[in-house]
């Protein structure tokens, strides 16, 4: 739990703010517990667990924006291979699959 406010909050103050950037959250509630799924309805782009797995989805996530970022830098450097942004959920529980990759 964050000492001041919620991820939960956080998040939906943010979207309620005109926030539209990628949020990640990062939960030790198990999948299906209800303050779960309130955490990744709340706006979330991706929501990971608190273990290796999450931590390495976090790394990967990262990465792909790091990449992005280079590529915007480079003169000519095709949109092509530029990863999407990840969907803000709007539908129901983010869903995390660490060994597959974002997809929009």
């Known amino acids: 739990q964050m000492p001041v406010l919620t991820g939960e909050k956080a998040t939906r103050a943010l979207r309620a703010g005109g926030f539209e950037g990628v949020i990640v959250g990062m939960t030790g509630d198990p999948k299906g517990c209800s303050e779960r799924d309130e955490f990744e309805a709340a706006g979330l782009n991706l929501c990971v667990?608190?273990?290796?797995?999450?931590i390495q989805r976090i790394a990967q996530v990262l990465g792909s924006f790091a990449l992005n970022e280079e590529l915007k830098e480079e003169p000519g450097a095709?949109?092509?291979?530029i990863p999407p942004a990840l969907p803000?959920?709007?539908?129901?529980?983010?869903?995390?699959?660490?060994?597959?990759?974002?997809?929009p």
């Open 88 to 103: 803000v959920n709007q539908a129901g529980p983010a869903v995390d699959h660490p060994s597959q990759p974002l997809s």
């Open 78 to 81: 095709g949109s092509s291979i």
């Open 49 to 54: 667990e608190k273990d290796t797995p999450g």
